[in-house]
């Protein structure tokens, strides 16, 4: 490390939990992003809140800068480390500390993924609904406001999440929130914290709110002659109330690397909408029936289903795996991620321009999308060495997000701001930008936290 | 008013919108809370975002206070005046801006009322769902992060908006949020005005989600022998995971108060839950088989149902006006409300000790509680010229926001802080108001907007 005093007070603490090897810090250097990686000068891996108030407090007081790192699966750069800073590796933050069965609400350290707080729930009746493809760290979905394919019915990080244990800047540990269903008690801290990127503190535990397994869960597939029958569908789909849980669209792209990366039997090479319904038996027969009436309107096929609990598996497992098909379609190539959000009214413009501009650049470009809640993704597979493809995509990418502004929609649905979209932030939110820097400042006055994230 | 200036700046801005009259004064000097009245120098009342601004502007020139005013029906002081200060009254910002029917989004000005929303809605097959007692502004209820009996289901201020117009302390207008379903783009700053409480700016307009209408709206009542048999039926029904669209109950003598208030038919004077359930004719029906059969097991009455919908919206009004029938109890009384919320497992030992504590004191407090979300209030009623009654009253609050407060709960579920509760906000969030107060500070250097709410 550049400092040595800095060095030895850490080592001090974490003993051999800091790392200054060169594998470990490449380890940590970036995301599943497109960025070249950058090593921090160290690595290190606290075992709880103390430590992390400790190394925090070492980093304020010597101007070192911070990059919380979870299970580094963020697409937009968040996780690349600082040359002249360390990255804390929130992995030995994995424990389930508690979970209220009768409330319907746990607590977790900020390292349990997704997939482990459901196994743990799955015999108790509840399970934890938010679903990003990876199988991210809670703390890192609460960092970048993360959601999924059940947002739809569920909600996103920002309605689950209903208190957090933060490190601040200076040190301090705050438990912000509270246990209940609501409460007015002050400035709502928790969804501050809540997609911050780890720029204002480290969020180190989640409390979460829960839903009990529905009685009866089904799945369908459903293929369409063209992207825009099926966008039309999904969104007649919403407009019409139903609840539906899931409502996932895959171009015919996206559909073809999918098949075969995933093994799909029995699907077509089609533009194509994965349903599921939660509910009661009936509840759920009166919401398929109309389902399906709006899709053979739209000219969708006869809904294909998952006829047992291995096959749902499979069909969701796929629509998680879509990024990662996408990246196993040729060695060193980079995917770029679009991640707009519009109305769902505005949806099927959005996603037409979409599909014409890309015709129109030439690009590869399979795309699958949120229908329900208005949002998609168009991954765009380059070559990293061309700096004119790259150029290109952030050609179409300016372009789709301009679009996704005129229609009144936002430039990140869910994936955050991170580095990638730090020019497109300021677009949507010109008026804003003075605020949360004040904000920043505020609570991070030496900016420490994860700097050159959402803003310069 | 104490400067010349201000008052023909002011003047200039505002002509005959500004006044200066005791009785107006005397108007907006508090809000139906149990404080005594405190006039403001002068009372505004602009047009447009605009107006609001330049007013902000001058009194963050000159260090004059203001109060934000809506509707006037905060029980928490938070409409108090300031004495040094000037009122903004909102009533003029009374428009519905635009109703999106096919997204189920709209967005009105700060003082539009629920009521009025829901009038301009329901020929569009759309409503909007948070329904505190009174017909509140839509601004109002942001500011303090309301909620109401429809919580349970939908959720609360801070799940229902989506984005804001918020006039800053130093005059800038900014736009908060974005109509899409979700958005990660950058700080959460809608949802740091959500209960802000009027302490960080003015909110002059307010972006919301609206619900479709369901199907099948059925409303019935179940008395019960005691009042912990009610609350375990209303827990139990939560716990298995019904989705009632309402679960309200009335202990005896708020039943007695409100028969007689509002002209309730058929009721009996006991402890009673008021439902509805929302959905199609059979999902309703599956709902309520399993509500009536945990009802029965703790002792409740047959379901009595509201035939129509005119009896439907007599026991909503009922339900609504529960304060106002304890208010008409007598002349020249005040209502001390609680509103502590619990996690649902809890309830029943807190609403006990409530009752208890009550009864030891020799209280006269009528008890209603959203037992959905865990939260209940009881309403004391007492002589303001008793000094002693009241320090009874404060001391038995006390007790409860204690007992609330080791069951894991907050001491307010809806209400928010305001005057009333700064007390019990240090007890329940000790490290949480330095990062409260910084944040205030950065927006509010010169401490202009609503200073003496949430917290000193």
Known sequence: MKSDILQKELLNILGDRFSESESVRTNYSRGEDIFDPVLPQAVVFPNNNEEISKIIKLCNNNNVPITPFGTGTSLEGHALGNQNGITISLENMNKILKINEE????RVQAYVTRKQLNEELKDKGLFFPIDPGADASLGGMASTSASG?????????KTVVSGLTVILPNGEIINTGVRTKKTSAGYNLTNLFIGSEGTLGIISEVHLRLS???????SAVCHFPNLESSVQAAQEIIQYGIPVARIEMLNKDQMEISINYSNLQNMEIKPTLFFEFHGSESSNKESIEIAQEITKNNQGTEFKWAQSTEEKNKIWQARHDAYYAVKSQGNNIRVYTTDVCVPISNLVECIKFAENEISNYGLKAPMVGHVGDGNFHAAIIYDPKKK??????RDFSDKLVEKALTLEGTVTGEHGVGVQKKDYLLKEHPDNISLMKSIKKTIDPNNIMNPGKIFD
């Open 149 to 157: 394919t059940m947002a739809v019915r569920y909600g996103t990080m």
């Open 388 to 393: 004119e493809d790259y150029k290109m995509i």
């Open 103 to 106: 409330d319907f609400d746990c």
């Open 212 to 218: 009990p397994i529905p009685e009866n869960i089904m």
